[in-house]
């Protein structure tokens, strides 16, 4: 009866050592966040009033400066920016910060600059 005994715990843990795994643990990817353009980066670190001349791939040379910060309606933290472009057409530009951290600018409904 000993034997037995002391064979079904033999089994029992030769079955609990065989069941664990041994591969190796590969660790998750941290997605990365995506990277700010210059003029993004420049709204979102920048405090109301300050300005800057920026190179900006879709408006060009631009001189932005921060007029204000205000909680949207939607709940997100957002910055008014004035634009500048070298023709010295002016427009205003509103940039939130979304949920993954980064500053984006919010769609223009219109702009006598375009």
């Known amino acids: 009866m000993m034997r037995y005994l002391l064979f079904v715990m033999m089994l029992f843990v030769l079955a609990g050592c065989s069941a664990v795994s041994k591969e190796a643990v590969v660790p998750t990817e941290v997605p990365e966040q995506p990277s700010m353009t210059p003029l993004e980066s420049f709204v979102g670190t920048s405090s109301v009033g300050a300005r ?11 001189r932005v400066s921060i007029k204000k910060e205000y909680q949207a ?8 920016a004035d634009i500048i472009l070298q023709n010295e057409c002016d427009f ?9 951290g980064v500053w984006g600018e ?9």
Do not use: D, H
Not at 52 to 62: D, R, S
Not at 73 to 80: E, Q, Y
Not at 92 to 100: A, S
């Open 106 to 114: 919010v769609p223009s409904l219109s702009s006598n600059c375009f």
């Open 92 to 100: 205003e530009l509103v940039f939130c910060l979304e949920k993954i």
């Open 52 to 62: 800057t001349a920026i190179m900006n791939t879709k408006y060009g040379n631009i």
């Open 73 to 80: 309606a939607s709940g997100k933290r957002c910055r008014l």
